[in-house]
């Protein structure tokens, strides 16, 4: 730095450290109210958007396309995803249809119940869902019932069925057409289970005329739900969450239950990433704090630095966070980090004064003129600091990546009020309490240099050559640094509502990783849909159109030939009943006459004669009255469902097909907006964690149709913006830190000694993600310009102590500018090192990076610095 502008900054912050020592009390009871004050405002009104949505600038085009189709279809967004699964097709079906009634019912919970597939309206076409062939086998598997119906029409009860069975072996000889087989062996089942005291109705609709959809016949169930959410809170999916599994618990669905529910989906990811960040955070920030304060212990050795620079530190904290919540008011998922980064950087300043200041009084000087000396000496270099980390951090701002954008904003204008705490607070706690005098580092300083400085100095030029050379190799890596543009990698992947996505991206035939397409009318949707079809990557599809009833033709006749015979046999009136308890016993004494072999239909009907003889056995033993209410329960388990579904299937012939105009409403506006717009989704036909296949399907499907959106498009615009500000964000730092520098120092040469060893520390760094595949990503791809910030620090003061106070012998390493700089690198790797362990991938990766950073930024520092000044001491400074 120019002499005169450095002793300009020197004296007038010496001058401020005398009034900051005059006025002590004055001073520190200001700093402390009012981050006392910061805090409580910050407390009461610094909220935390969990919308992954605002994370980038709403004006990118692929913004805007989300942001139409959320406008046009709002019940797509913020939703929770509900599986289950259960042991068979019944049992999840109807669990599903129990839990589907009962979270609609929960109206100031959930805006919307969708269950693809399911449902009343589904139901009632279930039939015209059925393909031709399928419809046909029904149609026949009904007509070779209609002698059982019409006899059980006739009689109506459970002697019903047991004399038509009865009639049927005793006619044949044998079971005779498979319609009888199926009988008897569901009501050998049934009467089975009734003697064990375990009952099982007999399921009339599956056995002789179920239309079940593919839907039904599915042992895995979708919901889709969407919750109120209020994103001013913490945690905006939890009280839903917490509602479904309560609701599902209480009807039998959940964990240890036979019927499993798992959680996922967009609001349910957001939720437990949160957790995962904030529980995460916390623990980093507590962690940071206590490693901080035994390196300060060990490094300082002084009880008073210790102390003073925790105030210090904890003030400026809540002074940042008062200013977060005054200028943004809501931190987002990259913003939430900044306490961590904040405590990390922050206690630079509070080192380097601190052991200036603490040299100074080793060498006996006064605690006045020490603290002036101090502000004067390294006063003038913590403000170059503070302006480079803050353009580090500012860099980001005008960037389309909002939420580091924010982050910037906040960490940038932290340094500043590190810097005027440290230059405000510091002094005015030493001027009271001063550290004492021991020249403890006066000796330290002034002994003859070590093995690794006397290496230093003596083939300075050599290591220069070897670091170069190693940077130059470790480029060569450069090509091979990759984005991680899959968000999913960002999230704990033992968490369920990952695990529960990855399960369905893996296994289901509609998987959520997709894209939408928005067409204008249907003509367009068909156009488009016609033009995607014929795409390379695409497998297939989908619009409102899939949802309605194909070959309605060739199915009418059916189903009006099912409804004729359905009316004939409804038209027969029922007679008088003979007794259940004869009917048992005529059955089983029927099935005794016949002949006894090993075919299977001989086998089925011993084993209906055991469950008739066990089932009479536990009858007799009853008394009268007993028996009499026995009867009438084995009557309703044998022909109680019958009626139902009778019933149920006259409902079902009698429905016209559905068609776009008939389409229930709820299910419609699904598909086709109220405006008119046509939702259709594209589904890829390779897989898209890919990068080039998923580049290749966005790519295809972009270059038919104009507005295209969801997950793919999303993370890749959105990754590719994250890369474009982090270019800009580097490139932007690197030139207004190098012309600040130029302005300041006034001398290329150490310029360029202060930027090296940086940039060869972000090639190394860059070098390293490669070898340890720690690809950039949407949380740590602040590192390198962040690095910038933080690196330039080190040459600032290494530089600035060998302009201005250059140790006799010119060993650098053994000053107290070595030592802050080392001492302020452990704090800073102690903070971000916390991040590494974090449980969510994202804050670990950026934890790992900006540990590697921070220790390869300071190694290239001491080594290539010290090396190179030692070379240069003797040569003339430019002008």
Sequence with gaps: MNASIEQRIGFALANWTDRMARHAVWVILFFLLLAGASLHYAVHHLGINTDNSEMLDESLPFRQTLKLYQQAFPQQSNNLLLVIDGPDADASYAATQRLSQRLSELKDDFRTVYWPGGGAFFEDQALYYLTVDELSQRADRFSESTPLLSYLQRHPSAQ?????????????????????????????????????????????????????????????????????????NLFAAGTAIRTIRAESHDLGIGEGQPITLRVTGGAALAYEELKSVSQGMGIAALMSLLIVVALLWVGTGSFRILLYSMISLLAGLCLTAGFAALSIGSLNLISVAFAVLYIGLGIDFAIHYSLRYSEFRDREMDNIGALREASRDVGSALVICALSTAIGFYAFIPTDFVGVSELGLISGTGMFISLVVSLSLLPALFSLSPVRMTGRLHRKVSHEPGPVARGIRQYGQSITVWIFIIGAIASYTLVHARFDYDVLNLRDQESES??????????????????????ESADQANEYRTRLEALPS??????????????????????????????????????GETSTMEALRGLSKGLDIQEQSDRDQDKSQRALQDALEAVIQKLEAMSAEEQKKALAELDALLVGALAPALDKLQKNLEQNPASLDTLPLDIRKRWVSESGIWRLMVFAKNDLSDIQE?????????????????????????????????????????????????????????????????LLAAVLTTAASVLLDIPFNFANIITLPLLLGIGVDNGIHMVSRARTAMPADGNLLHTSTSRAVILSALTTVASFGNLAFSSHPGTASMGQLLTIGVLVTMACTLLVLPAVLGQRQSMPREA
Excluded: H
């Design 498 to 519: 990952v695990a529960t996505y990855r399960d369905l991206l893996a296994t289901s035939e509609t998987p959520p990783w997709r894209l939408t397409v928005l067409a």
């Design 160 to 232: 019903g069925l047991l004399g038509s069975l009865q009639n049927a072996v005793a006619t044949t000889g044998d079971e005779g057409a498979a319609e009888t087989q199926r009988i008897i062996a569901a009501t050998t089942l049934s009467l089975r289970a009734y003697a064990q005291d375990e009952p099982q109705p007999l399921d009339w609709q599956k056995l002789l005329f179920a239309a079940d959809t593919s839907q039904q016949s599915q042992s895995r169930q979708l919901l889709i739900v969407q919750p109120e959410l209020d994103f001013s």
């Design 694 to 758: 998923l580049r290749r399907f966005v790519n295809e499907v972009s270059g038919q149709v104009p507005r295209v959106t969801d997950l793919p498009i999303i993370n890749l615009a959105s990754g590719e913006a994250a890369v474009k500000a982090f270019q800009q964000a580097f490139l932007t730092a690197l030139i207004l830190i190098t012309l600040l520098l130029l302005i300041l120092l006034r001398s290329l040469r150490d310029t360029l000694l202060v930027l090296i060893p940086l």
């Design 538 to 575: 695409v497998q297939k599809v989908i619009d409102v159109q899939d949802l309605l009833p194909r070959e309605i033709e060739s199915k009418q006749d059916l189903l009006t030939k099912m409804r004729d015979q359905l009316s004939d046999i409804r038209a027969i009136e029922a007679t």
